[in-house]
């Protein structure tokens, strides 16, 4: 945003998700989510997301900056999730759209858990949103429809 001539990789977060920042990661805090691993796309405007909500985190998190998210389609984070190992009780992915759009609509269950919150999704994924997607049963088994979204948090109304 500020260098136009850089790449998409080295962009740095737009002045809109800097100002969510201090939003998502109240967020975080007041939340039960204490992810055991953080898979984060290795792009500059994600490694600023992670920084920006990092105090939230369990300090033991595995945090593990992956190109390969950068980019991703939504069959390699679902292959990723299920090379997790069943010490992982919670993970959480830092990463892109159209691709985290496309894994929530693919893993939750439209008639479980937030439906507002999936329709929504169903519409637009805003800028620093927080989606919390439950899964029961090993991390080999999660699968398309097998999940629910419990909740949604943006840091601002959605610009449909």
Known sequence: WDQPASGDHDRSLSDRGRSALPLMDEHLAASSLRP???????????????????SALPGQADIDI??????AYEDTVLGRLRELT???????????????????????????GDTAGYR?????LPTGAIMTISFDGPWS???????????????????N
């Open 36 to 54: 055991d691993l953080v898979w984060c796309s290795s792009a500059q405007r994600t490694i600023e997301t992670l920084a920006g909500i990092r």
């Open 66 to 71: 992956d190109r390969n998210l950068y980019n």
């Open 86 to 112: 069943d010490d992982v009780d919670c993970a959480m992915v830092v990463g892109h759209n159209p691709t985290m759009q496309r894994v929530a609509l693919l893993l939750a269950n439209p008639k479980a």
């Open 120 to 124: 929504q999704v169903q519409t637009k």
């Open 141 to 159: 088994e999660v699968d398309a429809g097998s999940a629910r979204l419990d909740d949604l948090f943006t840091p601002r109304p959605p610009r």
